[in-house]
C-alpha cells in the first residue's frame, strides 16, 4: 500500500522551514527521500535504515519512527533550489513484495 | 560515468502499436526497475529485476513485458499499446536491494498513446 504524504502542497518564502511527513501502514524497514525537479528525473537525497535514525543532506535532514511506521522530512533555511516534489519511499520488512512504494508526493516551492 | 540512460526521450504511438523503451546502466548494479508517472502522480512499479535472467512483476504489468540477457540492459515492451499507457516512464537501478541502498533514475521517457 502506498504511503501517505502531507502536506499535498507547501509555498515557502526563501530561509523559511518545512517539515513534510510520510507515513506508512505497514511496517517498514527503510525510508527513501528523493526530490523531482519539473520534467525531471527524481533525484535520491537520503535513505534512513534505523529506528530514530535521523540524517542530513545540506540543510535537510531527515528522522524515521520504526514504532509509529513515520518518516518527516525538515528543510531548514530553505533556499530557492530547493523547490520540487518531494517523494517518500518505502520499504516494508513484511509482504513477499519487498519493493519500494512511493508516496503521491508533496510540491514545494520557495519563492524569493 | 554516464549513470542510467534511456532512450527514446519522447515518443507518440498509435493505437495497437509495439515498441520496446531501452535502458542501460553502467554502474554495475543488480537490481533495476521500471516504473511509470501519471501527471501529478507518484511512481508505480511496472517490473523489476534482481540480476540478470530474473524478473518480476510489480504493482502495474499488465500491457508491459520485460527481459534482462546481460547485467547493464533492462528494456521494457508495450504490446498493443492503448490510451492508458500514456505517461512518464522512468528506469531506474540500485547496487542491491532498496531496503539498503538508493536509487538512480534515468531522464525519463514520455510517451503518448493515440
Known amino acids: 500500500q502506498q504511503p501517505v504524504q502531507s502536506p499535498q502542497a507547501v509555498i515557502l518564502r526563501e530561509g523559511e522551514d518545512a517539515v513534510i511527513n510520510c507515513s506508512s501502514s505497514?511496517?517498514?524497514?527503510?525510508v527513501h527521500w528523493y526530490r523531482q525537479k519539473h520534467g525531471e528525473a527524481p533525484v535520491f537525497l537520503m535513505i534512513l535504515l534505523k529506528g530514530g535514525e535521523q540524517k542530513g543532506h545540506e540543510k535537510i535532514s531527515a528522522s524515521f519512527n520504526e514504532k509509529k511506521q513515520q518518516s518527516s522530512l525538515y528543510l531548514t533555511a530553505s533556499q530557492l533550489s530547493y523547490s520540487g516534489t518531494y517523494f517518500c519511499g518505502t520499504f516494508s520488512s513484511s509482504g513477499s513484495a519487498r519493493q519500494l512504494t512511493f508516496g503521491s508526493g508533496t510540491q514545494l516551492t520557495v519563492l524569493p | 560515468n554516464a549513470g542510467v540512460t534511456q532512450t527514446p526521450k519522447f515518443r507518440i504511438l498509435k493505437i495497437g502499436q509495439s515498441m520496446t523503451l531501452q535502458c542501460t546502466q553502467d554502474m554495475n548494479h543488480n537490481y533495476m526497475y521500471w516504473y511509470r508517472q501519471d501527471p501529478g502522480m507518484g511512481l508505480k512499479l511496472i517490473y523489476y529485476?534482481?540480476?540478470?535472467?530474473?524478473?518480476d512483476k510489480g504493482e502495474v504489468p499488465n500491457g508491459y513485458n520485460v527481459s534482462r540477457s546481460t547485467t547493464e540492459d533492462f528494456p521494457l515492451r508495450l504490446e498493443l499499446a492503448a490510451p492508458s499507457q500514456t505517461s512518464v516512464y522512468f528506469c531506474?537501478?540500485?547496487?542491491?536491494?532498496?531496503?539498503?541502498?538508493?536509487?538512480?533514475f534515468g531522464s525519463g521517457t514520455r510517451l503518448t498513446v493515440v
Open positions: 505497514k511496517a517498514l524497514y527503510s
Open positions: 531506474a537501478s540500485s547496487y542491491e536491494s532498496g531496503g539498503n541502498y538508493g536509487y538512480t
Open positions: 529485476s534482481v540480476g540478470a535472467g530474473i524478473t
